[in-house]
């Protein structure tokens, strides 16, 4: 079955129109599906402004309906990712602000850690480092309609299951030295260094 959003039966008017490359103004014609376009006046790739990724946040079918995505793009999609799962967790935790806002540091921490050491799941730990404060965690992922691929990655981040890849492993050490930065942050003045598995998070421990 054809996503909707893509199958041009369901296209109006809207779905032709032009866009000025922000590069040098020559105007550009995107297809609504389009997820870039090259400028035959100066060359550069143009992103699609009106493109939706409300459904690519979570669907693993998402490069090949879109096409092949360049770096923004997936940085977009996890972003929309993360966005919506924090919206879930922050309706359950109406009433504990605090437990909130750990989750969130935790978060930000383990999205520095992602970043500096450029591997692991960054969609499956910043979901995983925001639902360890929530119930029934893998339940409100499913609510979310999120690919069992992604709910079996943050299970076993959750339960810190033995890793059975690099990828995985990657993650799982960042995940757990966010969570032991973020712990150490809620003991102010404890003296004792955890015992972190990354490069960055070392780092981290460091300047902060």
């Keep these: 079955m054809q996503c909707p959003g893509q199958d041009n039966r369901y296209w109006d ?10 590069h040098c103004g020559n105007e550009l014609e995107f297809f609504k599906d ?7 006046k100066c060359g550069n790739r143009v992103l699609n402004p009106r493109i939706d990724f409300g459904c690519a946040a979570y669907c693993p079918h998402a490069e090949q309906c879109l096409g092949s995505m360049p770096p923004e793009l997936q940085i977009k999609q ?18 504990k602000e605090d437990i909130y806002k750990t989750a969130t540091i935790r978060t930000e921490i383990a999205e520095q ?29 499913e609510t979310l309609n999120a690919d069992g ?13 033995e890793p059975g890849s690099a990828t995985e492993q990657a993650s799982l050490d960042i995940y757990l030295d966010a969570c032991r930065l973020t712990a ?11 015992d972190l598995k990354t490069a960055s998070a070392k780092k981290y421990l460091m300047e902060h």
């Design 34 to 40: 389009d997820s870039q376009r090259s400028c035959k």
């Design 113 to 141: 850690l992602c970043r500096e050491e450029q591997r692991g799941d960054m969609a499956a730990v910043l979901a995983a480092t925001l639902l360890v404060s929530a119930d029934e965690p893998l339940a409100l992922l």
């Design 13 to 22: 008017g809207e779905a032709v129109f032009e866009a000025p490359c922000p």
């Design 78 to 95: 996890k972003n929309l990712f993360k966005d919506k799962v924090a919206i879930a967790v922050r309706k359950q935790l109406v009433g």
């Design 149 to 161: 691929s992604i709910i079996n990655a943050v299970s076993m981040l959750l339960n810190r299951k």
């Design 184 to 194: 150490l942050a809620d003991r102010k003045g404890e003296k004792t260094a955890p």
